[in-house]
């Protein structure tokens, strides 16, 4: 069994952003020379997510305003912000979002359904993060 691993750095304009990643990660899939396996892409930090969905601004801002009613961005709301910080909100949304994807390797490609991607979702940004992608297979 062959391994490949590369990280990517995000750094967003926004505090709450969705980046579509799966052309990034199509392209490592494909310098790893795997062709039967899957496909870890994990976010290394608890306030990011990776998740998989389909392309659509309107679905993109659907998921923007469900994160808010359900984690809302109130400082004084969270015990966590008691120690100094103010991203309670961004650990809550990450929580409901996920932190990674697997995705199945076949014939050297993603093997994703009709519409989906996948998304890097950003819930405290304007830092540098990353994620992992780490494909196993041969």
Same mark, same amino acid.
């Given at each position: 069994?062959?391994?490949?691993?590369? #990280?990517?750095?995000?750094?967003?304009?926004?505090?709450?952003?969705?980046?579509?990643?799966? +052309?990034?990660? +199509?392209?490592?899939?494909?310098k790893s020379g795997i062709k039967e396996g899957i496909c870890l892409i994990n976010a290394m930090h608890i306030t990011a997510s990776v998740f998989i969905n389909d392309e659509e601004d309107g679905l993109k801002q659907d998921f923007l305003e469900?994160? +808010?009613?359900?984690?809302? +961005?109130?400082?004084?709301? #969270?015990?966590?912000?008691?120690?100094?910080?103010?991203?309670?909100?961004?650990?809550?949304? *990450?929580?409901?979002? @996920? *932190?990674?994807?697997?995705?199945?390797?076949?014939? @050297?490609?993603?093997?994703?359904?009709?519409?989906?991607?996948?998304? #890097? @979702?950003?819930?405290?940004?304007? *830092?540098?993060? *990353?994620?992992?992608?780490?494909?196993? @297979?041969?």
């Open positions: 069994m062959k391994c490949h691993t590369e #990280y990517l750095t995000f750094n967003t304009k926004r505090k709450i952003e969705f980046i579509n990643i799966t +052309e990034e990660i +199509e392209k490592i899939v494909k469900w994160l +808010e009613k359900l984690a809302p +961005e109130n400082p004084a709301k #969270y015990k966590h912000n008691l120690t100094g910080e103010t991203n309670a909100h961004a650990h809550l949304k *990450r929580t409901i979002m @996920g *932190r990674e994807v697997v995705v199945a390797v076949t014939n @050297g490609h993603l093997d994703l359904g009709p519409w989906e991607q996948i998304f #890097y @979702g950003e819930f405290d940004g304007q *830092r540098p993060k *990353r994620i992992i992608v780490k494909i196993l @297979g041969e």
